[in-house]
Antibody, heavy 119, light 112 residues
Framework: QVQLQESGPDLLRPSDTLSLTCTVS????????WSWIRQPPGKGLEWIGN???????NYNPSLTSRVTMSVDTSRNQFSLRLTSATAADTAVYFC?????????????WGQGTLVIVSS | QSVLTQPPSVSGAPGQRVTISCTGS?????????VHWYQQLPGTAPKLLIY???NRPSGVPARFSGSRSGTSVSLAISGLQPEDEADYFC????????????FGTGTKVTVL
């Protein structure tokens, strides 16, 4: 079955750009939608955005000015860039699969990666 | 940014039935958008528990069930087990602004 694995730096300075990659195994990225979701320590979940294999994106309006997502079908990977990071961006970042535009549950999820933004 | 409200905590003894409510508004649950539920064990990623209000993915025990009534949906755990102690989140779609996927505030289930 499909498995996802996040990778990227775990410590950033304020104003840095957060860059993460999600590698998809056990399935092709050229189907379904692919999502990023984050969870600040001890808090709830926040959807960041989706990307389709064609490159079509949909972002959370609260983050859209700082977020860019991209997909590399040759490597079966998709990526997240979040500019001008602040302490408020400290969170566990998860990547997940969403079956279709109107089948909007997230399954499966990657294990998550904790990103800390601190000076 | 949670727009779906859940009780912070619920508890029950092993074997009991507990329910978790998820309340939204006319731009999400009240508009008829499907609701999904996730279980998050400590230190792990969320796991899909229920999709489209009341459907269980393969492998999810039958003691987990979902239901809907108006602008509120619920997750029930019948025959509570010690391994059910976890955080539970609901999730739906909200058509305000340009449309976003929203999560509930989360509920901690404690098995007494």
């Amino acid at each position: 079955q499909v498995q996802l694995q996040e990778s990227g730096p775990d410590l950033l300075r304020p104003s840095d750009t957060l860059s993460l990659t999600c590698t998809v195994s056990g399935g092709f990225i050229s189907t379904h939608y692919w999502s990023w979701i984050r969870q600040p320590p001890g808090k709830g979940l926040e959807w960041i955005g989706n990307i389709f294999h064609t490159g079509t994106t949909n972002y959370n309006p609260s983050l859209t000015s700082r977020v860019t997502m991209s997909v590399d079908t040759s490597r079966n990977q998709f990526s997240l860039r979040l500019t001008s990071a602040t302490a408020a961006d400290t969170a566990v970042y998860f990547c997940a699969k969403m079956p279709a535009r109107w089948e909007y549950w997230f399954d499966p999820w990657g294990q998550g990666t904790l990103v800390i933004v601190s000076s | 940014q949670s727009v779906l409200t859940q009780p912070p905590s619920v508890s029950g003894a092993p074997g009991q039935r507990v329910t978790i409510s998820c309340t939204g508004s006319s731009s999400n649950i009240g508009a008829g958008y499907d609701v999904h539920w996730y279980q998050q064990l400590p230190g792990t990623a969320p796991k899909l528990l229920i999709y489209n209000d009341n459907n269980r993915p393969s492998g999810v025990p039958a003691r987990f069930s979902g239901s809907r009534s108006g602008t509120s949906v619920s997750l029930a755990i019948s025959g509570l087990q010690p391994e059910d102690e976890a955080d539970y989140f609901c999730q739906s779609f909200d058509d305000s602004l340009s449309g976003i996927y929203v999560f509930g505030t989360g509920t901690k289930v404690t098995v007494l």
